[in-house]
């Protein structure tokens, strides 16, 4: 069974707090501007912001299940602006049904408050408006925080493999120098042994020393 992959804290935090300060401005600008009673209105636009936590909680989880963050921009661009106005018009929906069963009317008392004399069709396209707002503002942040923290681990993942291909090249260096400068000191060992057998001692006693050292520090890469 595959395991489902938590919700980092920071993404919550950011969550429930843009959230809540959407849904205690709407809730409070509802009474203080429309004289609405407080429960309707935290009825009104607690659902909207309840309804609108689901679908961003939706959203992430189709944007890591389909591999939008490995998609080209365009292609990204394309899929978060429908998934914005999906988004935007399912809010719109539900708080046109709150209302409606709240009110007795699918406009929100704040919109009639903020926007006297305008026809209900134009309120309803305002309604439409700020939620549609909201939605964009949230889509955006979370794409771009995403891509920015992708984009540093990917910087982070290429320093790791810069430093260990370097690691890996010294490691062929030095396995090709060590043979080839056993090879030459043997070579010149075996051309002292003849004429002058005191210096081929010598060398022998400086190599058995030298390949002590190498041994001994086999895993340092600067001697």
Request: glycine share 6%.
């Amino acid at each position: 069974m595959r395991d489902v992959p938590k919700i980092p804290l920071l993404y919550w935090a950011l969550q429930l707090g843009g959230w809540f300060l959407f849904f205690r401005t709407q809730a409070t600008g509802e009474v203080g501007f429309a004289g609405a009673p407080f429960d309707h209105a935290a009825t009104l636009w607690g659902g909207v912001c309840l309804a609108g936590i689901a679908r961003r909680l939706a959203l992430r989880w189709g944007a890591r299940r389909w591999g939008w963050l490995e998609l080209p921009p365009r292609a990204l661009i394309l899929r978060a602006v429908a998934a914005t106005l999906l988004m935007a018009l399912a809010g719109f929906a539900l708080s046109m049904a709150l209302a409606q069963h709240i009110y007795g009317t699918p406009v929100a008392p704040i919109v009639k408050a903020l926007y006297r004399g305008v026809s209900p069709g134009n309120l309803l396209f305002n309604q439409f408006v700020i939620i549609a707002v909201v939605n964009i503002i949230w889509v955006a942040l979370y794409f771009s925080i995403v891509m920015q923290r992708q984009r540093h681990q990917a910087r982070l993942r290429q320093v790791q493999l810069s430093k260990a291909l370097q690691a890996a090249e010294l490691l062929l260096f030095k396995a090709q120098l060590n043979p080839h400068f056993l090879f030459n000191a043997l070579n010149s060992v075996r051309a002292l042994i003849a004429d002058e057998p005191v210096r081929a001692r010598d060398a022998v006693t400086q190599l058995a020393a030298m390949l002590r050292y190498t041994l001994a520090a086999g895993n340092e890469h600067f001697v």
